[in-house]
């Protein structure tokens, strides 16, 4: 019996080689990896013309909105965004409206994601206003947690610690990680108050309010827990030196804390401020070379374990306000990371082997997503087709993503995913989405039988 597809002609990332090979497709799984000629024969064959092909990017942090956010992203338009650029599955964070944060609004965005997304999905849900409510949440299929501690979002006071525990001890049990963004609300709005008295409104107050000072000591604070529940802390969009020394010391102590930081945080500095105003505006937000240079040294050493987006869309108006204090931080990212990672790639910062651990193998391994995050035979065919001598200029007119804005808009570009497969399936060709929404699956988490 023909499989369904080869992808012939293409060369493969092993062992931090680039070879030849050609991969076989069959029922959305990848069934072989060798040579032309040692393929079975197939239904339909693709000539990949030379061009690399790389394990579909795993983004852990993305926020797809839609419901009553749906006027900043919709499942359709962030998944095709995420197709675009080359990413074949995405973690969604809760802070929507209605929050997922119970078996109700989690069933809700899985059937919505279900029938609309081209790429696949799979949910954090925040904490339930009832703890005794997770398993249920993660029978549902949460693959995890993600606890918000600048503003309240789900059932946990912020400051909460006694609760905390028992929701991270809960997580422990069911062998769930937990995400955490973790900023000291009370350190940044005691700082915030203090420069809003004095009339400062402009980007460098709000980094000044979002200190690394802050990060720091909400990581440390989060450490404790981790310790006493023992729970998979992962820490999102690590920041500052700061923040990273703190993640640091988790890590010597062998806890198990895992970490991320964003494409914004490794490649921008303040003086871009200058000239992407508030477009460049994120939570935690882009600081001064020092740290940029400080998450640089912590990806190459491994103390960093991931790269992920952060892809958090607004609308014009809501980046374009007066004052710093009123414009909604976030940038979109999943149409930008994976060339802007080719680019350094080219610049020999990173290599694809570099690349590929930290935005899909690790994500697969720490997210407990089965069968994904690597070429290998048995695992989904989740693909994307990189042009690396590709050159183009990022402009986020051209963006699926309903949020047409970018800190990195003009930037010269060199390497671009020009294919990318979902479960076996051509879903972007030439930067065209090639099929119709509702392909992507739902992941649910390893509990669940899929
Ligand atoms: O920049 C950010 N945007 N940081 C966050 O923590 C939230 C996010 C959003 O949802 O817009
Ligand atoms: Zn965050
Ligand atoms: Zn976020």
């Known amino acids: 019996m023909p499989v369904d597809t080869i992808l012939y002609n293409t060369k493969i990332c092993i062992h931090g080689n680039i070879v030849d090979a050609g991969i076989a497709i069959d029922n959305g799984k990848i069934v072989k990896i060798a040579k032309k000629t040692n393929l079975p024969s197939a239904s339909r064959k693709m000539d990949l013309k030379g061009n690399i092909t790389l394990p579909g990017l795993i983004d852990s942090h993305v926020h797809l909105r839609d419901q009553q956010l749906a006027y900043k992203e919709t499942f359709i ?57 997770m398993p249920e949440i993660i029978k549902v299929g949460a693959i995890g947690f993600k606890v918000y501690l600048l503003n309240k979002i789900g059932g946990i006071e912020i400051d909460d610690d006694v609760s905390l525990l028992v929701a991270f001890r809960e997580a422990a049990k069911s062998g769930v990680p937990v995400a955490v963004h973790a900023e000291d609300w009370m350190l940044i709005e005691n700082q915030k108050k203090q420069l809003q008295t004095l009339g400062q409104n402009n980007t460098e107050a709000y980094v000044a309010a979002h200190s690394p000072e802050a990060e720091a000591k909400s990581i440390k604070r989060v450490i404790q827990l981790a310790k006493k529940s023992g729970v998979h802390v992962h820490f999102c969009h690590i920041s500052s030196e700061l923040g990273l020394n703190a993640v640091l010391l988790a890590k010597k102590a062998c806890l198990p804390v895992t970490c991320e930081v964003t494409p914004h945080n490794l490649l921008l500095s303040s003086k871009h401020y200058k000239n992407s105003g508030f477009f460049a505006l994120t939570d935690p937000p882009i ?53 802007l990672l080719l680019t350094q790639v080219n610049k020999g910062r990173l290599s694809l082997a570099e690349l590929v651990k930290v935005t899909s193998e690790e994500p697969a391994r720490i997210f407990n997503l089965p069968n994904r995050g690597c070429l290998a035979e048995q695992n989904w065919a989740d693909l994307v087709v990189v042009d690396l001598k590709r050159e183009y200029k990022i402009d986020s007119a051209s963006f699926f993503s309903k949020a047409k804005y970018s800190p990195f808009d003009g930037l010269h570009a060199k390497g671009r995913p020009i294919k990318t497969f979902v479960n076996g399936q051509l879903v972007m060709n030439e930067g065209k989405i090639v099929t119709k929404s509702g392909i992507g699956q739902v992941v649910l988490n390893a509990f669940d039988s899929n």
């Open 287 to 339: 600081r001064t070379q020092n740290h940029t240079s400080a998450l640089w040294n912590a990806l190459k050493t491994g103390l960093v374990d991931i790269i992920a987006s952060d892809h958090a869309p607004h609308t014009l108006d809501e980046k374009q306000t007066n004052s710093v204090w009123e414009a909604k931080p976030g940038v979109p990212g999943l149409e930008t990371t994976l060339p």
């Open 77 to 133: 338009t962030g998944t095709s965004a995420a197709a675009a650029g080359g990413v074949t599955l995405v973690i969604d964070m809760p802070n929507n409206k209605p929050v997922t944060m119970d078996s109700l609004s989690l069933k809700e965005r899985i059937k919505l994601a279900e029938n609309q997304s081209l790429i696949n999905v799979a949910f954090n849900s925040a904490f339930p206003n009832k703890l005794e409510e």
